[in-house]
């Protein structure tokens, strides 16, 4: 994949004095492949190498930085850019604000209704009402509602009517006669662009006025995402892109060139099929991703929202101190089972998205870590530093784990500390960076 095939141009790069025209061409070809591989499409990727390796070149090297981390840095920074270098926020200045969701069937549309609905409503009090446009389908209505019900937003349905127009329109009256300040609607969709399809959300638009239009695509599906989206955009001129399923195992070579060939800022992420798996899109965060390094702060604010906020000060203190424990430890993965989707939150740890590609996640996940800890002495567990041979032999005993797995728990525990010991002092992408092979 795309992190893999970087990491290892930069590898070529190690150890090289100084970035010239002849060590950085080999990479820059290397990292064009890499762009091409991971869906990005040529004209993006060819723009993309020329840009880097002007700054490359440009560059002043000093000998206390290795060539290897100064090019990860301007290809994370060209990244960062190339997807439009901050995020961006959706228009809700209306009475309702009117939301309209466009894209092709499956790619996820009803699913980040609900989802937008649940972030819009908890994040920033709105209180929604949800349109089911999709008139086509019953089973589409239902799942509306289902999700309506889910989050506690009311969901607008016009029994046997097949005019989303009309529906549309109905619905915003009763949002201004019920008091919802937002209104999204979500619409059908085809399998493929086809005429009919881009006529009726066409004909929505032109009759609600949407203050946002929201294009939603399937970040699995490569370079047809693009295609797609360029259409949509011919005919809707739409405000922003929804990239969903990131939870898979792509990594957001979509993301790259939907931004450059539309010219349209993407502004969320989906990254599961639960009603809280919606990011707001961050572009540095997305070249980390990129990167294969995770996009490790989404988990983190992600976890803190979980945590009440007594426990995260607490928390921060001893991260700070590095005085983080095996009982924090411990703790931490009772809040992560609270948190939902076991595998959407290991796909955004560094490292971890190849490694759980083919597992099977359960509630059991955790049960040989948690029988491990507990078989240390508290002060075992406060002061890990003391755990010597022959106490890791007598906790495997005791937890009916080997030696190994022992040995692995604590190497990846003081893994985790180093990690959040960085974050904790919010430096965390250079020093990220500068810690890379
Ligand atoms: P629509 O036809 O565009 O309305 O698509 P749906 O919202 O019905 O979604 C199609 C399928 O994709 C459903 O099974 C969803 O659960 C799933 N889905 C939607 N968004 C995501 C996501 O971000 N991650 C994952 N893993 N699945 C998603
Ligand atoms: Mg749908």
Same mark, same amino acid.
Not at 105 to 108: A, H
């Given at each position: 994949n795309l992190s893999e095939r970087l990491e290892r141009s930069f590898k070529i790069l190690k150890g090289q004095g100084t970035i010239t025209e002849i060590n950085v061409a080999e990479t820059l070809k290397d990292i064009r492949r890499a762009l091409l591989d991971a869906d990005v499409n040529f004209k993006t990727a060819k723009t993309f190498t020329e840009t880097v390796k002007d700054e490359a070149l440009g560059q002043n090297v000093l #000998?206390?930085?290795k060539p290897q981390q100064m090019m990860v840095k301007i290809v994370h920074d060209e990244l960062t850019k190339l997807m439009g270098g901050s995020s961006t926020d959706i228009n809700l200045? !209306?009475? /309702?604000a009117v939301i309209l969701i466009a894209g092709l069937?499956?790619? !996820?549309k009803t699913t980040f209704t609900g989802k937008l609905a649940n972030l819009l409503k908890s994040k920033r009090s709105k209180n929604p009402l949800l349109v089911a !446009?999709?008139?086509?389908? =019953?089973a589409a209505i239902n799942q509306l509602q289902v999700l309506g019900e889910q989050i506690g937003v009311p969901v607008y349905t016009e029994e046997g009517s097949k005019d989303p127009v009309k529906i549309a329109k109905d619905a915003i009256k009763q949002a201004k006669q019920n008091g919802n300040d937002l209104v999204i609607v979500d619409t059908a969709g085809r399998l493929a662009v086809d005429e009919e399809m881009m006529k009726e959300i066409t004909a929505i638009k032109n009759a609600v006025k949407p203050h946002e239009i929201l294009f939603v695509v399937d970040s699995m599906t490569g370079q047809d995402a693009v295609n797609t989206a360029k259409e949509f955009n011919d005919r809707l001129d739409f405000d922003g892109v929804v990239l969903t399923k990131?939870? !898979?195992? #792509?990594?957001?070579g979509a993301a790259l060139s939907i931004r450059s060939v539309?010219?349209? =800022?993407?502004k969320f992420v989906g990254t599961g099929e639960?009603?809280?798996?919606l990011d707001v899109f961050h572009p540095n965060r997305m070249a980390d991703r990129i990167l294969g390094m995770g996009d490790i702060v989404s988990l983190v604010e992600r976890a803190q929202e979980q945590f009440d906020a007594e426990e995260a000060q607490k928390l921060q203190k001893k991260i700070a101190k590095n005085q983080f424990s095996f009982n924090d430890f411990l703790s931490q993965i009772q809040q992560i089972k609270k948190m939902g989707s076991l595998k959407d939150l290991a796909g955004?740890? =560094?490292?971890?998205g190849k490694a759980i590609k083919d597992m099977d996640f359960d509630d059991d996940a955790f049960k040989e870590v948690e029988a491990i800890i507990y078989s240390m002495t508290p002060d075992e567990r406060e002061n /890990?530093?003391?755990?010597?041979g022959s106490r890791r032999k007598r906790i495997a005993a005791g937890s009916g784990s080997s030696i190994q797995e022992v040995n692995r728990l604590i190497k990846q525990f003081e893994d985790t500390r180093k990690v959040m010991k960085m974050m904790g002092k919010g430096k965390n992408l250079s020093k990220m960076m500068a810690n890379l092979p």
């Open positions: #000998t206390a930085v200045d !209306g009475k /309702p069937q499956g790619s !996820g !446009g999709d008139v086509y389908r =019953p990131l939870d !898979g195992d #792509t990594r957001g539309v010219n349209k =800022p993407i639960k009603m809280d798996a955004m740890i =560094p490292g971890m /890990p530093a003391i755990l010597n």
